[in-house]
Structures are given as structure tokens and as C-alpha cells.
């Protein structure tokens, strides 16, 4: 599952984004992938397991929600629905 969100650039400025990716990892488990950044400079990435799928979906949508909430908008999904 994949997400991309933009947020809406100041005057002037480039946009800044967050992907959000839910994929298994090779044992078994979840990763949740977190980069962020302004488009066309710096990104950080943040990963985060779980052991169990329920425990990955929800923190994949508390994530989204949250920066829906915070002004991004949804520009690209892949695998999920939209909320």
C-alpha cells in the first residue's frame, strides 16, 4: 500500500510532501516507510515494524489522517482505497 500527500507551497517556495508505503518485510512482519521533505531537496525516511498486519494498517492510516489534517492532500494512492 502506498500513499503520496502533498502539502500547498508558500509563495516562492518548493512543496513539501510525505509517501507513506505499508509492505511485509521478510520475516513475516510489516514495514511502514515514512519519507518526507520538500520536493527537489532533502528527504528523510523513517521505518517502523510491526509483527502483526492490523497493528500496520492502522498505524498507515493514523499517519495519513493526521497530516490530511495538518493541510496535505492525497495526490497518488496505490493498493488502498481512499478515505
Known amino acids: 500500500m502506498r500513499v503520496f500527500l502533498q502539502q500547498r507551497p508558500e509563495t516562492g517556495e518548493a512543496p513539501r510532501y510525505i509517501q507513506l508505503t505499508l509492505q511485509p518485510d521478510l520475516f513475516g512482519g510489516w514495514e511502514l516507510l515514512r519519507e518526507s521533505g520538500q520536493i527537489g531537496g532533502r528527504a528523510q525516511l523513517k521505518r517502523e515494524q510491526y509483527l502483526l498486519q492490523s497493528e ?3 498505524a498507515f492510516e493514523k499517519a495519513r489522517d493526521t497530516h490530511l489534517k495538518r493541510g ?3 495526490t497518488f494512492t496505490q493498493g488502498a ?3
Open 81 to 83: 482505497p481512499q478515505p
Open 72 to 74: 496535505y492532500q492525497i
Open 56 to 58: 500496520a494498517d492502522a
